[in-house]
């Protein structure tokens, strides 16, 4: 059995990031993987002990002013200590915000830290193709390991909802997705103008309150609050139970930070059965099959226009949609049949 020691941020005291447990926690602490690895995690290395090995997620804990810092601190212990490590991401954060340089505090610090990482690691693991090839340049070394849901928190398939009306749409993502949101703010409202009442969104995440309500003045749009289900491993219980959608939509700028990002909202969306329109830029455009898990659309407002009004008015398309990508998810995309590809990506 190996020790593996996983060194993590976290959103709070005790609360890793939501892509810690998708990416390295459950994955790792699989039944399909049990008796092949002891797995500890936290955000400082226990002094106590000496893991066989340490995966770097992303950064070392610590103000972004001293990323390089404390990573050339980090390098230096596990060197003097004799333990190997793998640096893990799933973002390309050598260019995020690149044409926004204040978007990211200190920067050019991280993007430092990202890269003497990478070069020093033992092995680089991403979560995409795009992202491989963005990292490889710093490290040979680098293997993509695609993003998993854990079917444990999912619970077996929901069966396509039924028509309802009002009709459904929603839109789930963090902050950073607002952008995105507005990149569509046209044909979402045509389609709820439209609708006259009868077609609302529901949004989870993405933009506050009062900048959601000013984009949609006075239009059926409103907000769900997970709470503390926010945070892994609670969240996809919370959407399970309280996501009640037609269909959704994954909007995505195509930049090269995005272009390295991966399909998590078609995964969820499949996993809840609910029919996506996605953007038609890399990240979707590998995995989601345009007509049979989902709708694919440029990145225009008359595509996106007309994609929304072909799924708000076809109920057979929704149901059929939401069939396929359902199937797919819990066919090609869980992990009790891919947990084992991590093992092997740390061997």
């Not at 992303?58 to 490590?85: K, M, N, S, V």
């Not at 979560?127 to 090839?133: F, H, K, V």
């Not at 590998?286 to 989902?294: A, D, I």
Request: net charge neutral.
């Amino acid at each position: 059995m190996r020790d593996v020691f996983v060194l993590h941020g976290e959103y709070g005291p005790g609360l890793p990031f939501g892509c810690t447990h998708i990416r390295l926690l459950r994955p790792l602490t699989h039944p399909s993987v049990a008796g092949g690895l002891a797995l500890a995690h936290g955000t400082r290395l226990p002094s106590g002990s000496r893991p066989d090995l340490v995966v770097v997620e992303r950064l070392p804990p610590g103000p972004p002013d001293l990323a390089l810092a404390e990573a050339e601190r980090l390098i230096h212990e596990l060197g003097a200590r004799a333990i190997p490590y793998v640096y893990a991401t799933d973002d390309n954060i050598l260019d995020l915000h690149r044409d926004r340089p204040w978007g990211l505090p200190a920067g050019a610090e991280i993007r430092a830290a990202v890269r003497l990482l990478a070069r020093r690691a033992a092995r680089v693991v991403v979560s995409t193709e795009a992202l491989r090839e963005r990292m490889r340049g710093l490290n040979p070394r680098t293997v993509t390991v695609p993003n998993f849901l854990d079917e444990r928190l999912f619970g077996p398939p929901e069966p396509p909802r039924s028509p309802g009306d009002p009709l459904v749409v929603g839109y789930m993502g963090t902050r950073t997705h607002d952008g995105d949101l507005r990149m569509i703010l046209r044909p979402l409202r045509e389609v709820l103008e439209r609708g006259g009442g009868r077609v609302r969104l529901e949004v989870v995440g993405v933009a506050d309150a009062d900048r959601l309500s000013s984009y949609f003045e006075g239009l059926p749009v409103s907000q769900l609050d997970p709470g503390a289900a926010e945070a892994y491993p609670h969240f996809p219980g919370w959407m399970r139970r309280s996501l009640r959608w037609d269909f959704a939509v994954a909007p995505l700028a195509d930049d090269p930070f995005a272009r390295c990002k991966s399909d998590l909202k078609y995964l969820d969306y499949g996993a809840l059965a609910i029919p996506g329109v996605f953007s038609d830029v890399r990240p979707y455009r590998e995995t989601v099959r345009n007509r049979e898990t989902g709708l694919v659309v440029p990145n225009a407002p008359d595509a996106w226009a007309a994609a929304l009004e072909e799924m708000a008015s076809d109920a057979t398309l929704r149901a059929r949609l939401a069939l396929a990508a359902r199937d797919d998810v819990y066919g090609t995309r869980m992990l009790a049949a891919n947990a084992a590809r991590w093992v092997e990506a740390l061997s």
